[in-house]
């Protein structure tokens, strides 16, 4: 059964704190994804990697960076967490051409 | 700009009942249309995956249709149960995007009452 496993469920952290977001993959998928989901909004794209230390930055990356040393795992980095950045984060990852699989969510609070 | 618009924005409907969620699309030419289940505080699960050459696709109670001429996408579902309640959401691939260019609706809330 395939799994994305992120790090947390629930997380509050104050503004301007670091904040690291991990998330795991163990279908030795090559593209994973960042997304953040806000109400009414949709799903959009933050950063994504298709290789490892690869990445390219999706429609929303101010204010987010990402490392991806190894194939299975792709962390999502808060450089100086802001209130605008309280949200639920979704990581996915995918076979080139399938579909995407996600992990359960992380909602962020950011006071 | 492409963009998928999805509607009602939310709905409830009685257990047992039938209903049908929308999605209107201007993403063209597109590779293909999935929906996707997402209960609450979850992570979206996917429900069916259309390319542009088909125009139906069933998950058991599930039924989603597509129509590329008018460029509109439909999820029915069947016999509602309880669990049936979370956001259904749209997503449309770009033909000739990579994967990265997924573009999501903002969803349907449903909600099924006893």
């Known amino acids: 059964d395939v799994k994305v496993t992120q790090s947390s469920r629930y997380l509050v952290k104050r503004t301007g704190e670091k904040v690291f977001l991990e998330c795991v993959q163990d279908?030795?998928?090559?593209?994973m994804f960042w997304y953040r989901q806000d109400p009414g909004l949709g799903l959009r794209l933050i950063y994504f990697s298709y290789d490892v230390k690869m990445k390219e930055k999706g429609d929303i990356p101010e204010g987010y960076s990402v490392s991806r040393e190894k194939k299975e795992r792709f962390s999502l980095i808060l450089e100086s967490a802001s209130t605008n950045q309280t949200s639920m984060y979704l990581c996915a990852s995918t076979r080139t051409g399938t579909e995407a699989f996600f992990g359960q969510g992380t909602r962020l609070t950011v006071v | 700009k492409n963009q998928v618009e999805q509607s009602p924005q939310s709905l409830i409907i009685l257990e047992g009942k039938n209903c049908t969620l929308q999605c209107n699309y201007t993403v063209s030419p597109f590779s293909n249309l999935r929906w996707y289940k997402q209960d609450t505080g979850r992570g979206p699960v996917s429900l069916t995956i259309m390319t542009f050459s088909e125009n139906t696709k069933s998950n058991g109670r599930y039924t989603a249709t597509l129509d590329a001429d008018t460029k509109q996408s439909s999820l029915h579902i069947t016999a509602s149960q309880l669990s049936d309640s979370a956001s259904y959401i749209c997503v449309v691939s770009p033909f000739s995007g990579g994967y990265n260019k997924l573009i999501f609706g903002a969803g349907t809330r449903l909600a099924v009452h006893p």
């Open positions: 279908m030795d998928h090559e593209n």
